[in-house]
């Protein structure tokens, strides 16, 4: 993750490819499609992350389903209105896109690295077992005047130091993205049950900027 065009937002994720491909997008000619990836957890279980990718750099008229790839990118975010307020839609954009033939037994097959702002008072909790939890909304500037707005959970130490947090603090974020099923309620009789996605943090700490400009 050295490449310097996108220092402060870095993601590599290994995974299977789960479906098909669908159009999203084009920014002068070139096309951009979704596919789902699928990515294992230490624990047994997967992460379903979505994935934005340029026909340039895959076939999408093609079928990977149960291919393995590994991906370098960015993790972006943009608002889509809907029900009449703004829904924030998060996807790993594709730098780099490589066919791999199998994990290693020591490979990360999920790892990202932020350096951005948070643009949010942190939501401190904790569960009715007692964990800490902290809830971070990170702004990550893009050029051009752009920023992704990435949702992060902490847990335990974590946890509590994130809560003390103030808003336009820099800090940096390792951790990996995960996957959330949960139910919308869209009226008193009716729900939906969607995904959300978010950084769960492995480590953080806060940049001094003046020691940046140093």
């Known amino acids: 993750m050295t490449d310097k065009t996108m220092e402060n937002n870095q993601v590599v994720i290994m995974g299977t490819i789960a479906g098909g491909f669908t159009y999203s997008h084009e920014i002068f000619g070139e096309g951009f499609y979704m596919v789902d990836v699928e990515v294992s957890r230490l624990s047994d279980s997967t992460d379903l992350i979505p994935l934005m990718v340029s026909e340039r750099l895959m076939d999408v008229t093609a079928d990977y389903r149960g291919v393995m790839i590994m991906v370098t990118g960015q993790f972006r975010s943009y608002n889509r209105h809907e029900e009449k307020k703004n829904r924030l839609i998060l996807s790993v954009f594709a730098r780099e896109v490589q066919i791999i033939d199998e994990l290693g037994e020591s490979a990360k097959s999920n790892q990202i690295y932020l350096d951005g702002y948070i643009c949010k008072e942190p939501i401190y909790r904790k569960t009715p077992l ?83 400009v140093m």
């Open 130 to 212: 007692g964990r800490e939890i902290a809830d971070l909304l990170i702004a990550v500037n893009r050029p051009y005047g752009k920023s992704d707005y990435i949702p992060c959970i902490c847990w335990g130490r974590n946890a509590r130091f994130a809560s003390s947090f103030e808003v336009g603090t820099r800090c940096a974020v390792w951790g990996r993205i995960q996957s959330r099923e949960y139910m919308k309620k869209l009226s008193e009789e009716t729900a939906e049950k969607r995904v959300a996605y978010e950084v769960s943090v492995n480590k953080l700490d806060l940049i001094d900027e003046e020691l940046q």
